[in-house]
Structure formats: structure tokens, C-alpha cells
């Protein structure tokens, strides 16, 4: 970063020393005739988070930024000019073949982190192990046919039932868009069916498992939660319980209040459990974090997703397990992925997901240049090679142990990448079906994303933003570009920030508002 005297002084952030370009992190950016301390005059008007040339580059020549090629000048660029999406030649995708591997004789394996000890929360035991940082009645239906009823049911038990048990949190219902009108037997259906269920046993939900069906939908319960598929409530029975089922097709429904009511009817035996649960003190090791980004900027790859990405180290360090996704704005960095993979299988499975991915959209006629929104490219990030570098550090340092595919569910600890689409809200349902208990999500343009299940802690990578949107986000790492605060001092409370929450001691703004998106499954199969 530098800044220089005067009226207004400039100030410009480049990431790495071979960079021929900066951002400009003034507020509403910097007008033309600006001289920049140590480097060229702005021959335009350059806005905040957007990239100037640092000097002179002929056409065809590499823009670097982040130590990388993000693209090649598509004519001459003279320094001091505004470098937008409209100069650069994106480079082609780098090749799934020849990559760094653990043992090949060249890739250097990630040190391991040193231990963190002595982090604990407040959260619910659940009986098979994992653990909740909410105590969450979570209403599962097979098809959308059937929101409409369970929406209204859930209203009715938020109003006439949760006051009496005051150790639920809430209740919500796993609306989604699927379960009929598809093709169900398809062999890529298997990502919204497992996708499902694993959610309706997320930590979350206490093992407390309640299905809402239509009845001729082709998502049948069984077909859904087939029998061992979900953990009982309490395991010392000795008699597998029979799944808890409200068909509203059942002969015993006449009128739809008799719908409602039988939905309320099986409702307070969950609630009735649920509120026997107590939090209880448990290490940082149970935390379950998925960490995502939308609405990304240009300041996201410096401020929030590094802080981000310090503090996965920490949970790393703490043994807890961390997510990283979004498939099309990691691709980029594969490289750097498959040197981090702990073990040749990790590696390979990293390969198999992004082919997976290139293949998938291959078949939509797109590429993965499809990703990058227009706010993106407000904010100043003029392709998804560039915006893929600054989403990459959200996964720290630590070495990669595990790959999910898309609805799989974690089973070991550490860091993960875990297969999803870029959409906040495919990626957020996938990392919920994943077995997240608390989610991190960074954004520079804003967004009130949110998630029932969940509690989401937002952290703005701006300042201006924190300010305008001081309700809705919770953590503004944009100080580090202010000069205000550290990486490694925002990752710090970050992480402290998280315990907090998880414990229930701190609501995040998506929960005081009661903002939360809809679920919405990842299905790569045909609708019919």
C-alpha cells in the first residue's frame, strides 16, 4: 500500500511485487491527473477497487496481478491508465494434466500447523457425535407441492407451540424446488436426493427427523431417508423408530386444517426432546465452518477472504474442519490446490470434480468466464481469473485432507474442499448438506444472505460498506485496507467472533433480522 500528501492522497494496493498493476482503494476511486506516489500519473479516472497500470505494456503482454497472468493486454496499455475488463484477453483454463502432486520428487508438501489449544464453545451433543450451535426443529418435505401447507403449519407452531419450550431456537421447513416432474432414475439425480437428506440430519436438527409428504411425488419418504440412513434421537432404543411421516394424500385428512393439525399433532414429541437439550462445553474442534464469497470485489481478495483465510488456519490449528467450494472460482488455482493436497488421493480427487465441473459446463455450452456478474466487474474484477485468486485464499495455508462431491456428507476433520457451484445459495445448501454447524461469507458489493439453519457471520471486505450496511454485516475487515487492523488481527477476531456466535451468546445480523434464503438443491440431472 502508499499514500502521498495532499488534498486527497492516493492510495494503491498491489498484491505482489512482479504486479504491473494496483487497485485503488480511495473511496469513489481517483480522478485523472492523480499522481500516484512512486508510480504514473492516472491518464483516466480510475474508481475504487479497480486496477491501474503500473507502466507501460505492449499488446499481447501478461497483466499481472496476485503474481499470476489474470490476462493479456488486448492493446497497448500506457501507465497510468485504467485497466478494465475491456483491455484483457482472459488466458485459457490451465490444463487438468501435468499438475503438482504430493510425492512427484518437485511439489514441496504444506508444513503442518502447529496445535491450538484451550478454544471452546457453548453447543448441543448430538448422539451420533457431531454437535449443534442451534437447537433447531427442521420440517423435511419431499416436493414443493407440499410448502405451501408446511409454511402455514410452521407458522402455526412458531405461534401456538415454541413459546412453551424455550430451548428450541426455531422451527423451519427444508423447502426446495424438487421431488417430482424429474427424472428421478437419472445417475446425476443422486446429487439433490443426497443433498436432502444429509441437510435433514444437519448437527443443527438434534437427530430430530420429520417428513412432509405429498403422497404420488415421485421422492418417496423411503426413497428419501431410507431406513439407516438417519441417526435416532436416542440411540439406547432398541427398536429402530419408523420414520415420522405426515402424507397429506392420507385417506384420515379431510379438509386442510386436518393437514395442519396433524402436522402440529407430530411436531411436539421433536419439540418436547429438543427443549430436554442443554448446551454443554465443547472444544473449538466441533466446529463444522463453510466459508464462502458473493458479491466479491476487488477488495475481497485483499481484506475479507485473507483474514478469511487466517482464520481457517486457526480452526485447522484448533482441530476443527473448514470448508472451501465454488468450483468455477477455485478452478484457476488448481495448481496451487493439488501441491496443498495432503495425500496423491486428495489430488486426484480434486482433478475428478473440476473435470467433473469443466464437463458439466461443457454441456451447457458455457465456460467458466459464464461466472463473473456484473457487480463483480463494478467492483473491479475483470474476470473470473482474477476473481478466482482472491477466492482461493479464503482457504489459508493448511494442507487440503478430504474432497466431497456434490451432497456428500463430511466425515473428517481438517480442510476440505468441498465440490460445489459459485451460486451463494447452491453452495451454502450443498455446504448444509455437508454437516456445516456455522457459516462465514464474505462480500464487498453486499448482500443480505442468509440461512435458517445456519447462523451466518457476513464480514465486509469495505469500509464504505460496513458503514452503509452497519445492520447487516458483522465483521468489517475492511480496515485492513484502511490501515486499521491486521490480517492476522482480523483473522484473531474472526475467530473469536465465531465462538461467540456458535455458543449462542451472539446473534449475527442475518439472525436478528430473520433473513434466510431458500434452499436450493444442485440438480444436474433432466426435469421432465
Request: with cysteine.
Amino acid at each position: 500500500m502508499s499514500a502521498s500528501p495532499g488534498p486527497v492522497s492516493p492510495l494503491t494496493i498491489r498484491m505482489h511485487t512482479s504486479d504491473n498493476v494496483a487497485i485503488v482503494a480511495n473511496t469513489g476511486g481517483l480522478p485523472a491527473g492523480t499522481a500516484l506516489p512512486g508510480g504514473p500519473t492516472l491518464r483516466d479516472r480510475v474508481p475504487q477497487g479497480h486496477k491501474v497500470a503500473l507502466q507501460d505494456m505492449a499488446a499481447g503482454a501478461p497483466v499481472l496481478r496476485y503474481g499470476i497472468p489474470i490476462g493479456h493486454a488486448a492493446q497497448a496499455i500506457a501507465a497510468g491508465s485504467w485497466v478494465h475488463e475491456r483491455l484483457l484477453r482472459m488466458p485459457a483454463a490451465r490444463s487438468l494434466q501435468g499438475l503438482p502432486m504430493p510425492g512427484d520428487g518437485i511439489t514441496t508438501p504444506p508444513t503442518a500447523l502447529p496445535p491450538l489449544l484451550g478454544h471452546s464453545f457453548q453447543g448441543y451433543r448430538n448422539a451420533d457425535g457431531s454437535v449443534g450451535t442451534r437447537n433447531i426443529l427442521a420440517i423435511t418435505q419431499t416436493v414443493q407441492c407440499v410448502a405451501g401447507v408446511t409454511d402455514f403449519a410452521v407458522q402455526r407452531i412458531k405461534a401456538e407451540l415454541l413459546p412453551r419450550y424455550p430451548n428450541v431456537d426455531d422451527v423451519v421447513s427444508l423447502e426446495h424446488s424438487y421431488g417430482c416432474g424429474v427424472a428421478i432414475d437419472a445417475p446425476d439425480a443422486v446429487v439433490p436426493i443426497r443433498t436432502l437428506r444429509n441437510i435433514s440430519l444437519n448437527p443443527n436438527f438434534g437427530g430430530e427427523v420429520m417428513v412432509v409428504s405429498l403422497g404420488c411425488e415421485k421422492l418417496q419418504p423411503e426413497r428419501l431417508m431410507p431406513p439407516g440412513s438417519w441417526a435416532l434421537h436416542d440411540e439406547r432404543q432398541a427398536q429402530p423408530e419408523a420414520l415420522d411421516v405426515v402424507c397429506l394424500q392420507a385417506d384420515d385428512h379431510v379438509g386442510f386444517m386436518s393437514m395442519v393439525d396433524s402436522i402440529l399433532r407430530q411436531a411436539e414429541p421433536h419439540l418436547q426432546r429438543l427443549n430436554a437439550r442443554q448446551r454443554e462445553t465443547v472444544p473449538a474442534s466441533e466446529l463444522v465452518v463453510g466459508v464462502q464469497c458473493g458479491g466479491s470485489d476487488a477488495f475481497s481478495g485483499v481484506t475479507a477472504n485473507p483474514a478469511v483465510g487466517f482464520c481457517t488456519d486457526l480452526l485447522v490449528r484448533a482441530g476443527a474442519s473448514v470448508m472451501f467450494s465454488e468450483t468455477t472460482e477455485v478452478r484457476d488455482g488448481i495448481a496451487q490446490l493439488t501441491a496443498r493436497a495432503a495425500t496423491t488421493e486428495v489430488a486426484r480427487r480434486l482433478v475428478e470434480e473440476m473435470a467433473w465441473y469443466d464437463n458439466y459446463l461443457q454441456r451447457g455450452s458455457v465456460d467458466r468466464s459464464a461466472n463473473t456478474t456484473p457487480g463483480n466487474k463494478a467492483g473491479g474484477l475483470s474476470n473470473i481469473v482474477e476473481k478466482a485468486m482472491g477466492s482461493i485464499v479464503k482457504s489459508g495455508t493448511a494442507a487440503i485432507t478430504g474432497v466431497l462431491a456434490p451432497g456428500d456428507k463430511l466425515t473428517t476433520r481438517g480442510l476440505t474442499y468441498a465440490a460445489t457451484p459459485a451460486s451463494d445459495f447452491i453452495c451454502g445448501t450443498l455446504q448444509l448438506a455437508a454437516g456445516m454447524n456455522l457459516h462465514v461469507f464474505t462480500t464487498g458489493r453486499g448482500t443480505p444472505y442468509g440461512l435458517a439453519a445456519v447462523p451466518v457471520i457476513k464480514v465486509a471486505t469495505r469500509t464504505d460498506l460496513a458503514r452503509r450496511w452497519h445492520d447487516l454485516m458483522d465483521l468489517n475487515a475492511g480496515r485492513i485496507a484502511d490501515g486499521d487492523a491486521t490480517i492476522e488481527s482480523m483473522g484473531w477476531e474472526l475467530f473469536h467472533l465465531m465462538l461467540e456466535v456458535a455458543s449462542g451468546r451472539q446473534k449475527t445480523w442475518a439472525e436478528h433480522w430473520k433473513l434466510h434464503n431458500a434452499l436450493v438443491l444442485f440438480n444436474p440431472a433432466p426435469v421432465t
